[in-house]
């Protein structure tokens, strides 16, 4: 199942979506790009560093419950270091990452879509919603 979000209403709890979405996904790919680690918002902050940030959010609860977490490298980036992560981001640097660039673009593309399709669910650790 590919997920991205619908145009969310004013007022919809994002992290609820996300925790409703991952009910029924069995992979997240993370696209990392050169700066991933290193962007910041617009007053300077790095934003993997925001513990509401939604790409922290959607990886570290994809690592959190189980689901299969597919680095994907693009351009010649270099895997994230866990020193260059947050604490529930850390485990991300262990996984096995798949590199993408501008050379056979295709066949990369179909190779990733191969390791999805053969990818057998597991367990989940069961959500659990903050009171």
Not at 27 to 35: C, F, S, T
């Amino acid at each position: 199942m590919l997920v991205d979000y619908p145009e969310l209403l004013p007022g919809t709890d994002f992290v609820q979506v996300i925790r409703d979405t991952f009910a029924s996904v069995d992979v997240l790919i993370a696209l990392i790009g050169n700066r991933w680690a290193t962007i910041a918002d617009s007053m300077g902050s790095r934003r993997l560093d925001k513990p509401s940030d939604f790409v922290r959010v959607e990886i570290s609860s994809a690592l959190a419950h189980g689901i299969r977490v597919l680095p994907v490298l693009v351009g010649g980036t270099e895997p994230p270091k866990p020193t260059e992560l947050p604490d529930d981001l850390k485990t991300l640097a262990e996984h096995e990452p798949v590199e993408i660039n501008d050379s056979n673009w295709e066949a990369q593309l179909a190779r990733i879509a191969e390791l999805i399709e053969n990818e057998t669910p597991r367990p989940r650790a069961a959500w659990k919603t903050p009171r």
